[in-house]
Every structure is written in C-alpha cells, then in structure tokens.
C-alpha cells in the first residue's frame, strides 16, 4: 500500500499529468514553481522527492524536463474533490491515432488526463489517444483531440472506433456489410477504408468521448 498523499502533493501531482497531457512533455521545477505561485523551486523539489519516494513519478537528476510517471501508480490514485462528492480517475494517454490516413502509432504512454468518475459507466481499462488530422470533423472530432476509448464497450454498426489496420490506427465510423468491414470518414475529402481479408484487422476500442482544450 503506498503511503497517503498531502493535499499539495495531490495538487502538484495532478498538474503534472495535466501539463503533459497538453503539452506532451513534463514541466520543469520552474513552470510547476510558477503556476503555485512560489519564489522558488526547493519547494517543488522536496514535493517531487516526496512524489517519487511514493513510488507515483520518476525524476532523472540534472536534466531540465525530467520528471516521468510512473504508470502502474496512477490506477491507485482516487483525486479528491473537497464539497463534491466525486472521484477523479486517470486515464492514460497512449500514443496518436490518425483521423484522416492512418499513421504509425507508438504506443508509448505520453501523460495521464485526470476526469470525474461521473462521465463513465464503465471505466476499466479505459485510454486516450491523441487525434491527427481532419477525416472526422463531421462527426465533432478535430485535430489535436483526445479520444477515450473503452475497449470493453460492444462495437455496434456506425459506431465511432479505434481501429489497427496492419501497423496503423485510426479513428473512424465502423460499418459491416456482407462480412466485409468499412471504415468510414466523416470528411468528403476522404475515401472509406475497406479492410480485406490480406490485412491484419483489430478492432482496439469504442471512442466514447472526446476532448479539447481552447488554448
């Protein structure tokens, strides 16, 4: 069991897997020290030490954008809100998905988005994956939003997904028609996939919502 959080270490910690979410790179000592309002980074230095002692990051000494999380911590991380009977889950956010032509996906994790409880029925395994591209803007999705995708959900005809064709992921409207897949944009200037039987078809998740960020 790791050891509890502090209010402050819960806030800082919270701001770090925002700001990566965003941006996606860590913050330094400085911008964390800034956005808290302190004189200097000692403070945020000892928070930081506290943070990977617990096991929740991982800091490399002598480098300016150092700090990485540790991902298996954050499953255990229940954020919470004082007057607001909510718990905030972290979903982790993996690699880029293409709305547009697919694109190699690295399935790296490149930060963790913090979101109420509230919004999900059913949040096991739940990720977000990153949009590039313009296929699926009529359906309200746009380039540079975050996705979340359950892959528990049951796919159903029309439904929006994530989907591996061969090495690459997109993001786009699932149809089924005699036996054979067609993965749909949402952008006339885009021609549907049709997935044949030569390639490796895999169906990663249902997208369940999306979000954006006006910076």
Known sequence: MKDKLTERQKEILNHIQNFIAENGFPPTLREIASHFGLASTFGVKRHLDALKKKG????????????????????????????YDSKTISIPVVGRVAAGSPILSEENLEGMIAIDSNFFKHNKNCFALKVSGDSMINAGIFDGDLVIVSPNEKVSQHDIVVARVDDEITVKNYEKKDDKIFLIPQNKKYEPITVTQKNNFYLVGKVIGVLRWFN
């Open 56 to 83: 929740y990051l991982k800091v490399e000494s002598f480098a300016s954008r150092a700090i990485s999380l540790n991902k298996k911590s954050f499953s255990e991380i229940e954020f919470e809100k004082s007057g």
